[in-house]
Nanobody
């Protein structure tokens, strides 16, 4: 399995970024895909998850209303639109593949991408 995350960078507080995750090596629309993040000195945390069809999405409380996850099953790509970014969103963001169709708990994950760094700072 390969998960290639991109789109990270430096953005000012209140700004926006869109992360992309291009997947290959498996039947993309058979599995839920999600995003985790790890801030400096902190444990990895789940950010968002989207079901196989895209009809179900989950968000961490800390990003609800600001982040939107979506997927394109033709392009084998998942997106994370991040708006109203805050300094506490600074982290390395990892794209992950679940073994299930609709859940992305830590124990459901069998593949991790390489991560993309998001820095929110003025």
């Amino acid at each position: 399995f390969q998960l290639q995350a991109s789109g990270g960078g430096l953005v000012q507080p209140g700004g926006s970024l869109r992360l992309s995750c291009a997947a290959s090596g498996f039947t993309f629309d058979d599995y839920a895909i999600g995003w985790f993040r790890q801030a400096p000195g902190k444990e990895r945390e789940g950010v968002s998850c989207i079901s196989t069809s895209g009809s179900i999405a989950y968000y961490a409380d800390s990003v609800k209303g600001r982040f939107t996850i979506s997927r394109d099953n033709v392009k084998n790509t998942v997106y994370l639109q991040m708006n109203s970014l805050k300094p506490e969103d600074t982290a390395v963001y990892y794209c992950v593949k679940s073994v299930t169709q609709r859940a992305c708990s830590y124990g459901d994950i069998d593949s991790w991408g390489q991560g993309t760094l998001v820095t929110v700072s003025s």
